[in-house]
């Protein structure tokens, strides 16, 4: 039986690539403004703006087997450089807007669905200059285990925490070869990630292959959070 996969966010970068390992034998429902990478012929799409929009459930599937919440933010500068409104957009993207999409589709959660969001390593490494991304995807991470306790066993709660990974979210960060360079030699692998890196573990999550987890925050980070080289 296919599952019915649900992600807000979707049509670029880490979410297009889940997307893409997804679609061939699951039935993907994407949420997002725009549908630029999509494949219509195998994903449904659903106009959606997280921070306007309401979700319309009525398009989505009576059970839902799995959920990613995709949107986040990169918002890097020094603590007296950013305004009270910075910290305040980058927790309604990332955290209060994640709680407004969960309220919405509860009831279309399976018996045994597994969701997964998104942190950052700089929450648990603490990282000059990520005060505002990290405040924010450190309460997805305090959230997702409550969450995953609260309802343990009825459906599982991960989290996922990459290091910097060449999206076009982060395209200001990776804009040429030198700046790619510099921020590769900051990881023991020595190079950045890919959307495929991040992707391959939200599938595994997705699957029943790690349906003896919950709870858990896991690095994908290509050494940075655990490893000192220097």
Known sequence: MKKNILLIGGSHGIGLSIVEQLQEHHSIFVASRTKDGLDEATVTHIPFDVLSDTLDVSLLPDAIHGFVYCPGSIDLKPFKMLSLSTFQDDMQLNFFSLVKVLKEIMPHMAEGASMVFFSTVAVG???????????????VEGFAKAL???????????????????????????????????????????????????????????????????????????????LNIT
């Open 125 to 139: 490494m603490g990282m000059p200059y990520h005060t505002s991304v990290a405040a924010s995807k450190g309460a």
């Open 148 to 226: 995953a306790a609260e309802y343990a066993p009825k459906f599982r709660v991960n989290v996922v925490a990459p290091s910097l990974t060449d999206t076009p979210l982060a395209k200001r960060l990776l804009n040429n070869d030198r700046k790619k360079e510099t921020m590769a030699q900051r990881h023991p692998l020595k190079r950045i990630g890919k959307p495929e890196d991040i992707a391959n573990m939200v599938t595994f999550l997705l699957d029943a292959k790690s349906d003896w987890m919950t709870g858990q925050i896991i690095s994908v980070d290509g050494g940075m959070s655990t």
